[in-house]
């Protein structure tokens, strides 16, 4: 299945950006429209930090384990996704750029490295939920970006 990437240009730095994206708890705060449950493991920032959450998209329910695999501050991090008892595996990539002129560029590409036959079978949908979903993780990330740094400012 064709990789799915949504984008946002915020107005922090990306280090600003990174610092927030590398705590996983951070996560919960603008995914939790789709993804509930939040159970957190491992170090609670970095290589080796995890969460198994349950995802509700497009009527089905499933459980899903996250864990950071690589991390590459403040440009980039990967997060490795294991659903469907398995049988789903695949890649959320961060990537935070400078477009120069101040603030960041912030990417998400969800790439699927193994899916069960009804999402290859259904791919079109399953991509335009996946979209969906992602680009309002992205304006909810954008808003909990000003949140986290009016606080930390203050």
Do not use: C
């Amino acid at each position: 299945m064709k990789p799915v990437t949504v984008s946002i240009d915020v107005p922090q730095a990306p280090e600003q950006v990174y610092d927030f994206l590398d705590v996983m708890a951070h996560h919960e705060r603008f995914t939790d429209h789709y993804l509930t449950g939040w159970r957190y493991g491992g170090p609670p920032r970095g290589v080796g930090s995890s969460a198994t959450v349950t995802a509700a998209l497009g009527g089905t329910k499933t459980d899903v384990t996250i864990e950071v695999v690589e991390a590459d501050p403040p440009r980039r991090i990967v997060e490795r996704n294991v659903s469907a008892a398995g049988r789903r595996l695949a890649r959320g990539t961060y990537t935070i750029e400078s477009p120069g002129g101040g603030g960041s560029r912030v990417s998400f590409t969800y790439a699927w490295e193994r899916a069960p036959l009804a999402d290859r079978l259904l791919a079109p949908v399953v991509r335009a939920t996946m979209r969906r979903a992602n680009e309002k993780v992205m304006r909810r990330l954008a808003a909990e970006l000003v949140r986290h740094v009016s606080a930390a400012g203050s």
